[in-house]
Nanobody, 118 residues
Framework: VQLQASGGGLVQAGGSLRLSCEAS????????MGWYRRPPGKQWELVAA???????KYEDSVKGRFTISRDNAKNTVYLQMSSLKPEDTAVYYC?????????????WGQGTQVTVSS
């Protein structure tokens, strides 16, 4: 599966961004999809995940601020980010997810940089 994220940019604290990620494959609707981020100098971390049934999971620091959604007809997963904070600065990636802890499954595709200024 090939993955390409887009929609990042530079935004002031308190602002919003909407990320998109298009995935290849004819069975996208069956995928568990996740958004991950890699802050500067740190390892990647799960931000949010969405199951094939539409149920979702969020990392504690983004609950109430970020919303993950999917459009199976477009093979696309979205991440609506609001009330952004400087600590949200990172390269954001999408990936298929697996397992109890939503580990990334495929090779990382193109990420998108999100920079939040204070």
């Amino acid at each position: 599966v090939q993955l390409q994220a887009s929609g990042g940019g530079l935004v002031q604290a308190g602002g919003s961004l909407r990320l998109s990620c298009e995935a290849s494959g004819s069975t996208f609707s069956s995928y568990v999809m996740g958004w991950y981020r890699r802050p500067p100098g740190k390892q990647w971390e799960l931000v949010a995940a969405i199951n094939s049934d539409g149920s979702t999971k969020y990392e504690d620091s983004v609950k109430g601020r970020f919303t993950i959604s999917r459009d199976n007809a477009k093979n696309t997963v979205y991440l609506q980010m609001s009330s952004l904070k400087p600590e949200d600065t990172a390269v954001y990636y999408c990936n298929r997810a697996y397992g109890t802890y939503y580990y990334p499954y495929d090779r990382w595709g193109q990420g998108t940089q999100v920079t939040v200024s204070s």
